[in-house]
Structure formats: structure tokens, C-alpha cells
């Protein structure tokens, strides 16, 4: 009878491309991986991988087998995970990860509610970048992420919409963009653009380097105070370049093919390596309703 662990085994060496890398990733040895790799194939009278070549390759029984696999061991660790969040009262401690454009007082008081009604539990509270988010909830370095949807798919990770935020391209009174009226891609190509972008690399979809000359940073204030000092247009949450606005330090541009912004959905994302419990379950009421809230103020209707 096959086993858990030789599941795992099996998945490890199709993520990892050969039983070597599997066998560094797991801290085994590579003579017990490939022993565990055979026992499974004779344990289901199937051939997973072939292995003429010089790194195994997944057979035509394998690639057909491998996302039946990966299902059933997402439902063990359910099962497992909901074990362990029935033993507790609650967890000893929540790790909120949120992108750093959404923090603000008001959600902070939001989430302070959990010092009362959980006193012995540790919060912590990350301010990071969208981009960065994703991997510290799939690396299970943070329970709860708060991010601006960047259609990535992350593994060992669930998400959820829990509100929308508007985007708008803006630029300092004096940029030569500024005065100009009904912009055109074509005039935003010819000017320097703030990119946010993260240490690996990526961009959000709707804010990516369309611009020839370009700058970037990997969070959102920067970039407000960058284009703020003239350095080029960007497109900025509306919530945080409001006040800049009104205060005269930032010109909302008139873009012609999208002249209200581009709205974007803000998703939470959970830990699949985690065991969630109520404090988890607290956290997730809190933040939606902030978001239906700013959500109501700015006339975006959502329903949960």
C-alpha cells in the first residue's frame, strides 16, 4: 500500500525536475528517494517516471496521476490543519502581512479590536509590497496576506476578494504631462514612468514599465514621493495621493482610454501551512468589513 510520504516524495521530484534536487529539498538521502519512488510504483503496478534518460522524465501514467496526487495531499493537509485548529482554544500567534499602501489608522484600529478579545495571543503586523507578500504567506512566514490582486497563482495558498481600490496615473504640477489634456499611450510612453517592481523582478499587471526611460521602487510610497519630486507619472492608489492633491503637489492626469482609473481587487490570501483558527477567523471579519466600509465611501458594492 502506498504511503503519504511517498506521495510527497513524488511530488517534490516533479517539482524539482530530478531525484537529486528532491533529495537536497527534503534532507534525504538520494538512494532513499528513489527507493521510495520504486516502492510507490510497485505498490500501484504503474510506471511514473522514465528513466532512460539522464534525469527522470514523468511517464504518460505520471502526468496523469500527478494532479490526482497533488489534490489528495492538499485534503490531508486540510484535514490536518483542521485537526490541529480543534485541539487549541486559539493560536499562539497571527502573522498579518499587508501591502503598505493599505495601512492606514483606520485599519489599524480595525485589527487592534484583537488585543482585547485575544490578549494572549502574539500579532504581528508586516508592512510589505503586493509583490513580496505572496511568497511570505506560501512560505508560511505570514498567516494572512493583504494584497492588490497580480494574477499570480500561489501555491499552499487560498485567497478571498475582500474589496476593490481605484488606481489613478498622476504627476507633479510642473511635469510637462501635467497641462496636457486627453492623454494618449503615446504621450505616457514618451515621458518617465515610476515603476513599482519587486527585488525579483516582477510588476503589478496594470502599473507595469510601459515607458522607455523608467524608475523603480518596491513600494508604493516611495514612488508617491518620487513623482512628487517631478521624477516622472505613476499610477498610485487614489486613496493615498488624495491628500497630495488637494494639497497641490500631485495633478491627477486626464488619460483618455481609461479616464476613472483602473479598479483593482484587493484579495486575502491564507496560509495553507498554518492551522487556522479563531483569531484567524476574527482577523478575516475585521478586515472585510474595513474594506466594505472604505469600499461604501468610494461607491464600489461588494457582497462576501
Known amino acids: 500500500m502506498y504511503s503519504f510520504e511517498q506521495l510527497k516524495i513524488f511530488i517534490t521530484v516533479c517539482e524539482t525536475g530530478s531525484f537529486s534536487a528532491a533529495a537536497r529539498k527534503l534532507k534525504r538521502a538520494q538512494s532513499g528517494i528513489s527507493q521510495a519512488i520504486a516502492n510507490l510504483e510497485i505498490s500501484i503496478n504503474q510506471t511514473l517516471f522514465d528513466r532512460s534518460g539522464n534525469t527522470p522524465t514523468l511517464s504518460k501514467e505520471g502526468e496523469a496521476l500527478l494532479p490526482v496526487v497533488k489534490a489528495l495531499m492538499l485534503q490531508q493537509l486540510h484535514f490536518e490543519q483542521k485537526i490541529a485548529s480543534l485541539e487549541q482554544q486559539h493560536e499562539h500567534e497571527l502573522i498579518i502581512a499587508i501591502e503598505e499602501s493599505l495601512i492606514s489608522p483606520a485599519l489599524l484600529s480595525h485589527l487592534a479590536v484583537l488585543a482585547d478579545e485575544f490578549p494572549i495571543t502574539n500579532i504581528e503586523i508586516i508592512a510589505e509590497s503586493t509583490l513580496d507578500i505572496g511568497q511570505l504567506v506560501e512560505d508560511g512566514c ?65 502599473s507595469n514599465g510601459i515607458s522607455s526611460q523608467l524608475w523603480y521602487a518596491n513600494n508604493h ?18 486613496e493615498m495621493v488624495t491628500s497630495p492633491i488637494e494639497a497641490g503637489k500631485l495633478i491627477k492626469l486626464d488619460i483618455d482610454y481609461e479616464p476613472n482609473g483602473w479598479i ?12 487556522l483558527g479563531p483569531v484567524y477567523e476574527r482577523a478575516m ?6 474594506m466594505n466600509q472604505q469600499n461604501q465611501h468610494n461607491s464600489f458594492h461588494i457582497d462576501h
Open 142 to 206: 505570514a498567516h494572512i496576506g493583504i494584497v492588490y490582486a497580480d494574477g499570480k497563482i500561489h501555491h499552499q495558498v487560498d485567497f478571498t476578494t475582500i474589496g476593490y481600490t481605484r488606481f489613478i496615473t498622476v504627476a507633479a504640477p510642473t511635469h510637462p504631462l501635467s497641462s496636457m489634456k486627453s492623454i494618449k499611450d503615446i504621450d505616457l510612453r514618451h515621458h518617465r514612468q515610476v515603476v513599482l517592481r519587486a527585488t525579483a523582478g516582477q510588476e503589478l499587471w496594470f
Open 221 to 238: 510610497n516611495t514612488i508617491n514621493e518620487l513623482t512628487q519630486q517631478g521624477i516622472g507619472w505613476a499610477i498610485l492608489p487614489e
Open 264 to 275: 483593482n481587487t484587493v484579495d486575502c490570501l491564507s496560509s495553507r501551512r498554518h492551522p
Open 285 to 290: 471579519v475585521l478586515l472585510k468589513h474595513y
